[in-house]
């Protein structure tokens, strides 16, 4: 894991080089903190790049006997497209069987958002996370499904507002078997209100 700070100093410069590209001034009163705002926010946002998601789900595994399905469905959430660095956002679920090992709901969802801290695309974020669940718990099997909304497709280029786009990575029986694949998928789309 690295532990270098994001340099900040060099964000705010390079936003106010974007700045005066546009024609703007930085010294007006509205723009005169948006570097440093800016350099802050990316700090937020993309900060996952220097933690390790494996690290962090490995020193939190403890054994336990449940062999069962566990699936956190509907996790909002949002990263940053790393081709326009705008966000894409929308809901996650994600899945595992496990093999003698678990790991707290918190974990997963702390080592899943340090992939979204980072400039990623979609498809990658998506089997990312399946890898990084499948190298470390062992389990019988693992799913992620992402359903996303783009910025980028939305403001710019071919500008479809609306259009939701779903990626899922499948591993172990997910991937192998039809009716596990089958049963977790009626209970991701079951979105009947439980609380
Ligand atoms: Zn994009």
Known sequence: MSTK????????????????????????????????????????????????????????????????????????????????LLPFMGVAHIAYIAKGQIVGLSTILRAFSQLCRQPQIQERLTWQMADMMYDTLKPHGVAVVLEARHLCMELIGVKKPGTIVTTSALRGIFHKNEGSRQELFKLIQGRDKVV
């Open 5 to 84: 700070a994001i340099d900040r100093k060099r964000i705010e410069r390079a936003v106010r080089e974007i700045l005066l590209a546009i024609g703007e001034d930085p010294e007006r009163e509205g723009l005169r903190e948006t570097p440093r705002r800016v350099a802050e926010m990316y700090e937020d946002i993309l900060g996952g790049v220097r933690e390790d998601g494996y690290e962090l789900i490995r020193a939190s595994l403890f054994t336990e006997k449940h062999s069962e399905l566990v699936l956190l469905r509907g996790i909002s959430f949002f990263s940053i497209c790393e081709h326009h």
